[in-house]
């Protein structure tokens, strides 16, 4: 079931109090429909002599997700298309070839590798609308004129896809009975429909709906004004229906590329500890394609981070340290 671990919420349209209300039919997201995932994956192994063997293979993932919007972006933030309605699916698919040789050299020698590539979604959501309301009152020749400003507030977002593809390779090296070294590099680029230039800067489009139900990054629209006189009092009621779409490109589009050294120490059959150094390498975004000016352009990336109970920042211009250490002990009984 494709739906598992997400919220899936369906909007049902009040005309009299003019907002979407949330109805949950799957509020624990239990299997509900027939939107069922497909995955596949077949190996062939074989032998190289005396030196080793070798598998290759390859796998694909067929799936599908319930979408919380009725428009459907692509990974470049244009229209796809509208959906049939809210609770329409949208595919997420994906294959991958991948490759372990296994050598006896000197110990014992692995090396593995895989790349996939494919479309991931994005469901999208809309908000319950939130309700403000601001009351000015001003006399005017003995004259009460009261003006109450009701603004319901909804924050929407449209479901997408994006374009993906990654790889990783791996070298472990056994040194005898009781010491094994490994180096790994992985490379996940989430949305290959962005070149670094412009992430950060394409925002959701704008042409996504029409009406009451518009996306835009805020978009106000203003109902008809009714004017209730009582004697010397007149009040104006007047119901304002703001829409923000907050989707935009970000450090969710981000390509990583990271190193990984590690090493093992075997104390026995049962008993072993390994030490991990990775070293994260993100794309660098808001830099100057063009390296003779060395300009930098408006799109430079920063999110704040809490790093030990202090906010610091990570500027996505250039490589900054996110490196971590790891070290792990096993044992088995």
Known sequence: NGNDNSTYNTKVYDPVQNKWN???INPDNKDFDNAKDIMARLT?????????????GAHSYMGWMKANDTVLLNGDYTKNKKLSGMGATIGRNWV????????????????????IFGKNAYTGYI??????????????NDTLNTTNTSTWSTQISPAMTKNFSGFY????KNIGKHHQVAFRYDYYDPNTQLSRSEIGRLKGDTV???????YGWTQTISGKPSVITSGKNITTNVTNYTYTNKLASGSSDIAYGTIGLGYTY??????????????????KVG????????????????????????????????NFSQNTLTVRIQAKF
């Open 22 to 24: 949330n109805s949950n």
């Open 44 to 56: 062939y192994s074989f032998k190289l002599g005396k030196l080793g063997g070798l598998t290759i």
């Open 96 to 115: 991958g070839v991948e490759a372990q040789c296994y050598l006896d050299v000197l110990g014992g020698l692995i090396l593995k590798g895989e790349y």
């Open 127 to 140: 908000s319950d609308s939130v309700k403000t309301t601001v009351t000015t009152s001003k006399l005017v």
């Open 169 to 172: 390779i791996y070298l472990i």
């Open 208 to 214: 996504g709906h029409t009406g009451l139900h518009a």
């Open 266 to 283: 075997f104390f026995n059959e049962n008993i072993k500890i390994s030490i991990e150094y990775d070293i994260p390498m993100n794309e």
């Open 287 to 318: 830099t100057s394609l063009d390296t003779k000016k060395n300009a930098q352009v408006s799109n430079v990336m920063g999110s704040a981070v809490n790093v030990n109970g202090m906010m610091m920042s990570s500027d996505y211009s250039k």
